[in-house]
């Protein structure tokens, strides 16, 4: 038997290799497949029971409110892709994948899985964007919108695992010192500069939906007096100031180039004398086009905002014309593709 499957094997390699197989096909069913089967157990809470220990396909139907037999297909699913293992009938979460998704490891990316299912819809949709040219716009939604919820606590989750490390990197000023942190969501790269700098306090400016699930995971943290939300557009809002440093998070692939140069102009004017300004996004490589995560990752930013993946050139140029000298790129162990770019107003 083994035998036939190794022969098997090769000749299923040599005709995909001959060009006999439909990849084309395969490859748009089993995208999305292997998407809805994820992020359905993590909606029904099927990861999480199983996290708490093994059980029996009808124990776990009887226990979620689950159809029988869908529920053992999910989990057949998720064993064909080792997340789940099986002894006797029971179904555990494999060792590899509890670090991601048992919702008690600090490593969880369980509801930002989960918190994915809000794109099936954008990508549907990518034909008329495509036409129109509008994006889906996914920062429009209204402040009591569920979305938030799930957005956030997944941004978060994410956030959790590089957080320390970039707080690390960045070094603020010694003694008492201000961060404005805009569109910092969840406030957690605050959170961890508070906690490695004990007289900097922060404010977090963000939309109201997402202010408002940030406020309830910054005060989990018991670090509401140092870590404060503020609702507001960071396109429209007064900044403020004088801040000692400023950080500008995963927000610039949001924004068209007019957009980013007015933010980065008032940036400037809200920092403190000797202030520094903190960039970190992920930032595209012209030269590699066929990179498939960084191809992907553009279309995602251009269907969701309308913006787009740019470039290192692009972010010195912005901070060229608004005042900045050139910024010093720190790479992020806990975030491939993505670095810290840290710069002072020139001539400071």
Same mark, same amino acid.
């Given at each position: 038997?083994?035998?036939?499957?190794?022969?098997?094997?090769?000749?299923?390699?040599?005709?995909?290799?001959?060009?006999?197989?439909?990849?084309?096909?395969?490859?748009?069913?089993?995208?999305?497949?292997?998407?809805?089967?994820?992020?359905?157990?993590?909606?029904?809470?099927?990861?999480?029971?199983?996290?708490?220990?093994?059980?029996?396909?009808?124990?776990?139907?009887?226990?979620?409110?689950?159809?029988?037999?869908?529920?053992?297909?999910?989990?057949?699913?998720?064993?064909?892709?080792?997340?789940?293992?099986?002894?006797?009938?029971?179904?555990?979460?494999?060792?590899?994948?509890?670090?991601?998704?048992?919702?008690?490891?600090?490593?969880?990316?369980?509801?930002?899985?989960?918190?994915?299912?809000?794109?099936?819809?954008?990508?549907?949709?990518?034909?008329?964007?495509?036409?129109?040219?509008?994006?889906?716009?996914?920062?429009?939604?209204?402040?009591?919108?569920?979305?938030?919820?799930?957005?956030?606590?997944?941004?978060?989750?994410?956030?959790?695992?590089?957080?320390?490390?970039?707080?690390?990197?960045?070094?603020?000023?010694?003694?008492?010192?201000?961060?404005?942190?805009?569109?910092?969501?969840?406030?957690?790269?605050?959170?961890?500069?508070?906690?490695?700098?004990?007289? $900097?306090? +922060? =404010?977090?400016?963000?939309? #109201?939906?997402?202010?408002?699930?940030? @406020?309830?995971?910054? !005060? /989990?943290?018991?670090?509401?007096?140092?870590?404060?939300?503020?609702?507001?557009?960071?396109?429209?809002?007064?900044?403020?100031?004088?801040?000692?440093?400023?950080?500008?998070?995963?927000?610039?692939?949001?924004?068209?180039?007019?957009?980013?140069?007015?933010?980065?102009?008032?940036?400037?004017?809200?920092?403190?004398?000797?202030?520094?300004?903190?960039?970190?996004?992920?930032?595209?490589?012209?030269?590699?086009?066929?990179?498939?995560?960084?191809?992907?990752?553009?279309?995602?930013?251009?269907?969701?905002?309308?913006?787009?993946?740019?470039?290192?050139?692009?972010?010195?140029?912005? $901070?060229? +014309? =608004?005042?900045?000298?050139? #910024?010093?790129?720190?790479?992020?162990? @806990?975030?491939?593709? !993505? /670095?810290?770019?840290?710069?002072?107003?020139?001539?400071?």
């Amino acid at each position: 038997m083994r035998l036939a499957l190794r022969g098997n094997g090769i000749v299923e390699w040599l005709a995909l290799r001959v060009g006999l197989v439909p990849t084309p096909a395969g490859e748009a069913w089993g995208g999305l497949a292997l998407a809805g089967v994820l992020i359905a157990a993590a909606r029904l809470g099927l990861t999480d029971r199983l996290a708490a220990g093994p059980a029996t396909a009808e124990e776990l139907a009887a226990e979620l409110g689950l159809e029988p037999e869908a529920t053992r297909l999910l989990l057949d699913c998720l064993r064909s892709i080792g997340h789940v293992t099986s002894r006797s009938g029971r179904y555990g979460l494999s060792r590899r994948s509890r670090r991601w998704l048992d919702p008690a490891s600090r490593l969880s990316v369980a509801r930002f899985v989960e918190s994915n299912g809000d794109y099936w819809d954008w990508w549907a949709r990518l034909p008329e964007v495509a036409r129109s040219g509008e994006a889906v716009g996914h920062h429009q939604a209204p402040p009591d919108d569920p979305y938030w919820r799930r957005y956030i606590t997944g941004q978060f989750e994410l956030a959790r695992l590089s957080a320390a490390e970039v707080a690390s990197k960045l070094r603020p000023p010694a003694g008492p010192g201000q961060v404005l942190d805009i569109g910092g969501g969840h406030g957690w790269y605050s959170a961890q500069l508070c906690l490695r700098n004990p007289e $900097l306090t +922060a =404010t977090v400016l963000d939309l #109201p939906g997402s202010a408002r699930v940030g @406020r309830e995971i910054i !005060a /989990a943290a018991g670090l509401s007096e140092r870590v404060r939300h503020r609702e507001g557009d960071a396109l429209t809002a007064d900044l403020g100031g004088h801040y000692d440093l400023v950080l500008c998070f995963n927000l610039v692939h949001h924004l068209t180039p007019e957009a980013i140069l007015a933010l980065f102009a008032k940036v400037r004017r809200s920092l403190a004398a000797g202030g520094r300004f903190a960039v970190l996004d992920a930032f595209g490589d012209p030269a590699h086009r066929r990179v498939a995560a960084g191809n992907f990752l553009g279309m995602f930013l251009y269907l969701s905002s309308g913006a787009r993946l740019y470039t290192p050139d692009d972010l010195h140029g912005w $901070l060229d +014309a =608004t005042g900045f000298g050139p #910024p010093r790129r720190v790479p992020i162990r @806990r975030i491939p593709g !993505a /670095a810290l770019y840290i710069t002072r107003p020139s001539g400071a």
